[in-house]
């Protein structure tokens, strides 16, 4: 049966061969790879073209013309080898439909065992050929041979065996040139690891059975557990309850049972219904949002439009409203009459807010000179602080870090401390050293008592030698 829609270029090719002579009939079929390579690979379009490939019989023509002998073909090996090419590609991705079974079990190991032989052909002329030249071309053929012949093998696994079973296949192997060998072994490797990963399949795919096979005989033995477990219970619950309440206590057993049911069914409903509906929530959703962008967008045009509109002028007035405007002005200056002051008076108070204000900024800078002293002053304190915090005591002190703690406060240290031990001197001594005194004398202490004193005490300077 030929299929409906048949590409023109097949069929205008498949008249073109059953009209022309059998010499002319491979350099027709080469049309074919140029149709295949313009078709994008794994493509609908390309499988639809094999099919028709197959239901013309263009296919059963290429293994015809390759089980020919070689001289009797018009370009030779190269019309030959391209051939293999159309025919592997061809037999990869067919889907036969109706005729798989001839396909699978009389075509394709005709096809391989015609490409074997092809290879075996040319290895004979290999050896044969004299001429470098003729060598190097004879071996690209062999090589787009063996390409084809693997990337059939490839696309039908099955092949393999027969490949690999052939006694053309085993007379390449025992070859002595090394380049025909070592192009059959490149072969053999590429076909053996294949059928590794064939075999990888099928034991994942066995072991994914088994795996399935295994959770179905534990979920039903999961199953028949329960069941065994609930008639169990049922049965304690008979022993257990009044022969009278029997048909109440099955009446109720019944209608919980119903009601887990129903519980299920609805639940696996609901969710039936949330899936077939969310592309409608998802569309609604996406709808919502680009209506709510289109709305923001447009609002914002507009208010820019507003923002960039050239000024139209002030709106015109009736006669009306003039004269209403105008009757309110008077009345407003009718009850908020203006002061009258002269140019003098007026010359005189700006004078004196300029003043005013001249001596508000004088005033302002000496205070802000002054802030910035009492902020110095602030800080030179915390430093002085900070060190006396962290210096130790002279007696500790080596080298020059006594010189790290000089401070201006020397005088004022010792002004201080010698009035600090007046007034200790005063406190500490017999009532009878007071007599004649008054309370405002200064107590004259000696200067070696005073640097005494005063060697135990920083007082921000150097101690004297």
Known sequence: MKPKGTDPRILSLAAEVAKSPEQNVPVILLKLKEIINNTPFGSSELKKIKQDIYCYDLIRYCLLVLSQD????????????????????????????????????????????NFLILGRQLQTCFINAAKGEEK????????????????????????????????????????DNVQIGS?????????????????????????????????????????????????????NMLE???????????????????????????????????????????????AVTLQRAALKFLARCRMKKKQFAP???????????????????????RRHPSSQMSDVASRELHSQAQERLQHYFMGRALEDRAQQHREALKAQINTNI?????????????????????????????????????TLKHIQAPWWKKLGEEAGDEVDVPKDELDIELGTLFIGGTKPP
């Open 70 to 113: 070689c001289s009797r073909i018009q370009g030779g090996w190269a019309t030959i080898s391209q051939l293999t090419q159309i025919l592997s590609h061809c037999c990869v991705g067919l889907e036969p439909g109706e005729d798989a079974e001839e396909f699978y079990n009389e075509l394709l190991p005709s096809a391989a065992e």
């Open 136 to 175: 190097d071309e004879l071996l690209h053929f062999f090589q787009i041979v063996t390409d084809s012949l693997f990337w059939l093998v490839g696309g039908h696994v099955q092949l393999i065996q027969n490949v690999l079973q052939s006694e053309h296949f085993l007379h390449l192997l025992q070859t």
């Open 183 to 235: 192009t059959v072994m490149n072969m053999v490797q590429n076909i053996l690891q294949i059928n590794r990963s064939k075999r990888a399949k099928i034991l994942l795919k066995l072991k994914r059975q088994k795996e399935e096979e295994e959770n179905r005989l534990q979920l039903q033995l999961e199953r028949q557990r329960a069941m065994r477990v609930s008639r169990e219970i049922r049965l």
């Open 240 to 286: 257990i309850v009044h022969p009278g309440q029997v048909e109440k206590h099955n009446r109720e057993i019944e209608e919980k049972s119903a009601l887990i049911i129903q519980k299920h069914w609805r639940g696996y409903r609901e969710r039936k219904n949330f899936h077939q509906q969310k592309p409608s929530l998802v569309e609604y959703k996406a």
């Open 311 to 333: 000024w139209q002028g002030p709106r015109e007035l009736t006669d009306a409203q003039r004269v209403e405007l105008k009757q309110h002005v008077d009345d407003y200056v």
């Open 386 to 422: 900070e060190q006396l915090m962290k210096a130790p005591t002279l007696k500790e002190a080596e080298g020059e870090e006594p010189e790290l703690f000089l401070s201006r406060s020397r005088p004022v240290a010792a002004k201080a401390k010698q009035a600090h031990l007046t």
